[in-house]
Structures are given as C-alpha cells and as structure tokens.
C-alpha cells in the first residue's frame, strides 16, 4: 500500500468557486499510520476577495491571513514541489471529497496548474469522513459521538477529538484537523478494521470498476437528512452523461419497474426514495462486505435468496439497465438545456467547461516555469481558452500589476469594483453582504468581547478593502 497524505485546507469563504485558499497544511504517514513527514503553508488574502467573516470567526485565520509575507500564488507553487515530492500517494481528508479536493482543482485551474494532480499519475483520493460514519453505522462502539437533536450521531472534528481524548493543540487550523484526522483514522483501523481496510479499496475509478465486475451484491452507504444509511445493492449501469456507476437498492422488487418504458422510468426516478443511486467512482463511494447489510433486519427479512435472485435479475435485463441509463441522461439533458440559459461566470465554468487543449496545456507549463511577470504576461497572451486567459490576467493583477497595461488594470480594477460592490445577492461575498454579516454577529445575545474585538478587526479590514474599489467606479 501506499504512503498516506493527510492534508486540510482553511479558506476566507465557504463556496469553492469563488472563495480562496488562506491555509493548507498535510502530514505523510505510512501505510501503518507512522508519521513521516508534515507542512503548512499560508498566505494573505487575494487583492479583490472578501473574506466571508463567519468563516473567518470559525477558522481563526483572519490575523495569519493578514500579516503572512506570501502571496496565494506563492502558497500555490510551494504546495506543487510537496505534491511532486510526496507522489505517489492516497491523498485523504476530512470530508475532502465534497469540500478539500473540490477546491483544489478550482485554485489549480485559477492559478494554471493542472487541476487534478492529486488523483492522477498514479496518485489516489479518499475521504475518511464517510468511513467514520460507516464505521460508526455497522460497530457502534469504534468511536464515540454526541448526538443531534435527532439523535444522530455528529461527526464534527473538534467534537470527536475531544471525547475520542484524541490530542491536538488548536482547533480549526489547517494542521490541527489534519492531526484530528489521522488520530480518528488510527481509531477506526484499531476498532473497525473491517471497514478501515476495505475504505482503501475505492480509492481509484480502476479499483471500484473492479469490484463491481466482480461482485454482483455488496452492502454501501448513502448519507442524507443528517445520517448515513446501509443498503444492500447491485450494480445496475452507468449514467450516459456523467459516467458514474448507478447502483440498484436490492430492498426493491425490480419485477414491476422491468416492465416500465422509459417516460415512465424517468418519472420514477424523480420521486424521491429512489431504488436507482450514484454511486461515484472518482469519489470514494463506501463498497463494503455483503455480509454488513444483511445483518440489517430489512435484509434479514427478505433473505439472501431472494436477494441474490433480485440482483440476477438486473444483471440479466440488460434492456432494463439501458433504459434506466437513457432515462437518467434524460433528466440530466433536460437540467442542463435549462440552466444553459443563464449567462455564466468564467469561476462557474471551471469545470463545466470541460479541459484546456493541449496547446493550452502547454503554454501554462511555460508560464510556470517563467520567474518574470512581464515574461508571464506576455505567455498569458497565447492562451486562447478565455477561462485561463481571464484567470492569467487576474494572476497578474494580483502579484505584479504594474507589468498590465494602464486599460487592462482599469478594466480589472472596475469589473471587481462592481462586482465585490453590488448590493445583489451573489454566489460569493461582497462588501455589503459581508457588512450585513458583521453587523448580525455584533448583534448576537451575549457576543463574548474577544469575538466581537475580532469581527471589529474584521470590519475594518474591509472598510479599507471598500475605499480602494470605490474609486476605480
């Protein structure tokens, strides 16, 4: 197996579109979970960003944001010569899948890296977020939770690494979750090693496709409503637009849905409580022993004959599987022809609008391996994917704006103004929203003085950053 890369980031915003990263930090283990090796790296705020000022409360990372000596592009490169060191490697995080990873790949496309480094070349994602829940799910007594109002269970990491007596100097910091991670990973492997060890089996496209060829019923998790929950399922096809595997809930008699034509199977899909699920191969699904579900009295009660015998079913009916496959392309055309209508910005089309070609490829690694910036823009010119010139222009202002033309930075300087000063409500934070929040958290009954000394530090931070663009309208 290989080596182990725990890493967690901090950012000044919650949406991994247009909010940046302050904070990285990662600790190498191997594949006993010894430490080898750790960084952590920070940075200042990117000139034109509004830090959301909740996320910075929680974070704790407003005054390392701002008294750090390096640039974002700075924090970028450094994180690149540790990612080529530590290469090959599982690369894991604290729900990284939905938040770490996603991030990552939108900071590489916004700064001209290669966006998806941590799952290429021989390296491997998973997220230990989703085996905590598992392992809790099937042996209750692997780690010790407190519980919602609805009694389920909380997976938050300080909450864990305190009544797990798991040691980590400060909470919320980049390197101390990632300290949280590795003492609950070494918690799991000791009391659910079951769970532990088949976790690093979905850790690659390759490795899922593999057992789904192999086994026709394996038990997974689904989370939604606030809890993980077990199913026993099948393989049933892939989805013609997204590739994902789509698996089929064995609870489920197929007998009747067989029988339905596609407009039918569309609408079913639908409705929710859906026999059909996603199950992502690019994202760690949960594939475990059959054996885990059917100790589920829902399964006991249908028994593995009948079970088996569902699965063969699908398995057999490949008409079934190729229309479920077209009625879920069907769904996601429809979703996508509607949202086509809205004019998009360039950070909601990072993925979206698919991979740079090869000559851009290319002409980013030069701009990489250029020290001067007026050498760097001048590179800049020759991409024509509009995304990465946009987001090399926006490099540029950010770290040596003097080398842009006078219109270029006036053009810059103003399209940020207007956006981080309009008053609309925005899929990121503007001055106004962020005072709003400021003026709310002021307002909370029995606000401590270190919170609201904080937020005051916050406020005036931005002040500033709004009396620099309210020139450039």
Not at 19 to 45: H, M, Q, Y
Not at 62 to 85: A, D, R
Not at 108 to 118: E, G, H, I, Q, T
Not at 344 to 368: C, I, R
Request: glycine letters at 4%.
């Amino acid at each position: 197996m290989k080596n182990i890369a725990i890493i967690d980031i901090e950012s000044q915003g919650a949406s991994t579109s247009y909010s940046s990263i302050i904070s990285i930090a990662g600790i190498l283990v191997n594949p006993d979970l010894k430490e080898i090796e750790r960084f952590e790296l920070n940075c200042r705020n990117k000139p034109g960003h509004v830090p959301d000022p909740y996320s910075m409360w929680v974070n704790k990372g407003f005054y390392q944001m701002k008294k750090s000596n390096s640039s974002h592009y700075q924090l970028m490169k450094e994180l690149h010569k540790i990612i080529k060191k530590w290469s090959p490697c599982i690369w894991i995080g604290w729900n990284s899948i939905g938040f770490d990873f996603v991030m990552l790949q939108k900071e590489n496309y916004k700064s001209l890296f290669p966006a998806y480094v941590l799952n290429t070349n021989s390296n491997e994602q998973a997220d230990f977020l989703p085996v905590a829940r598992s392992s809790k799910l099937f042996f209750p007594k692997s780690i010790n939770t407190t519980f919602s109002e609805k009694k389920n269970p909380v997976f938050q990491l300080e909450g864990l690494s305190t009544i797990n007596d798991i040691k980590v100097d400060q909470f919320h910091t980049a390197i101390s979750d990632c300290e949280a991670c590795l003492g609950i990973m070494r918690l799991i492997r000791k009391n659910a090693k079951q769970i532990y060890d088949q976790s690093f089996h979905t850790t690659s496209k390759h490795k899922v496709s593999n057992i789904l060829e192999k086994e026709r019923i394996f038990t997974t998790t689904f989370y939604y409503y606030g809890k993980a929950r077990p199913f026993l399922v099948t393989y049933l096809c892939d989805h013609s637009e997204y590739k994902w595997p789509i698996v089929f809930c064995l609870e489920q008699d197929p007998d009747d849905l067989i029988k339905l034509d596609v407009n039918s199977l569309k609408e079913k899909l639908k409705k929710p409580g859906k026999w059909a699920r996603a199950l992502p191969a690019n994202k760690h699904p949960i594939i475990l022993d059959k054996n885990l579900g059917l100790e589920l009295d829902i399964y006991k009660n249908i028994g593995l004959k009948k079970l088996k015998e569902r699965a063969d079913k699908i398995y057999q009916n490949k008409q079934f599987s190729e229309k479920v496959r077209f009625a879920l392309g069907e769904i996601a055309r429809e979703k996508k022809k509607s949202q086509e209508k809205k004019k998009l910005a360039y950070e909601d089309k990072l993925v979206s609008g698919g991979f740079p070609d090869e000559q851009d490829q290319n002409t980013m690694e030069e701009f990489q391996l250029i020290d001067e910036w007026s050498k760097k823009n001048h590179t800049i010119s020759k991409i024509k994917d509009l995304r990465y010139k946009h987001f090399g222009k926006r490099l540029i202002y950010q770290n040596q704006p003097e080398v842009l033309s006078k219109d270029e930075y006036k053009e810059i300087q103003k399209d940020i103004a207007k956006k981080i000063l309009s008053v609309e409500e925005t899929n990121f934070t503007t001055i106004p929203m962020a005072e709003s929040l400021i003026d709310n958290m002021r307002n909370e009954k029995g606000i401590t003085k270190e919170k609201l000394d904080y937020v005051n530090d916050i406020d005036a931070y931005i002040s500033d950053i709004r009396k620099v663009y309210e020139k450039a309208l």
